[in-house]
């Protein structure tokens, strides 16, 4: 069984056991969360079900892991011939999730 789920602007296909990095989520390191946009369940041999666009009453549960921050990333301006150049960094924070469990309403 898999689901498609909403977080943080973006999508994830997640099953039972996986392990997400997504936007960062306000919660501890071994707290319990719950998805509750679920766009999508899906199981071996049946048609998926489909939200229109949440599946009512559908929810994925998981266990923050860990937080943290992504690797920098380096943004690089440069406009040829005139001297100008800028150089920015950024590290994006992040949630580790381990999916539990997938509820489809």
Known sequence: ??????????QYRVSEGDLIRCEQIEA?????????RVLMVGRDQQAPVLGTPYIAGGKVTGTVK???????IFIFKMRRRKNYR???GHRQHYTEVQITGIQAG
């Open 1 to 10: 069984m898999y689901a498609v789920i909403e977080t943080g602007g973006k």
């Open 28 to 36: 501890e390191a071994g707290a319990a969360i719950t998805f509750e």
């Open 66 to 72: 860990s937080l943290g921050r992504a690797d920098k």
């Open 86 to 88: 800028r150089r920015a």
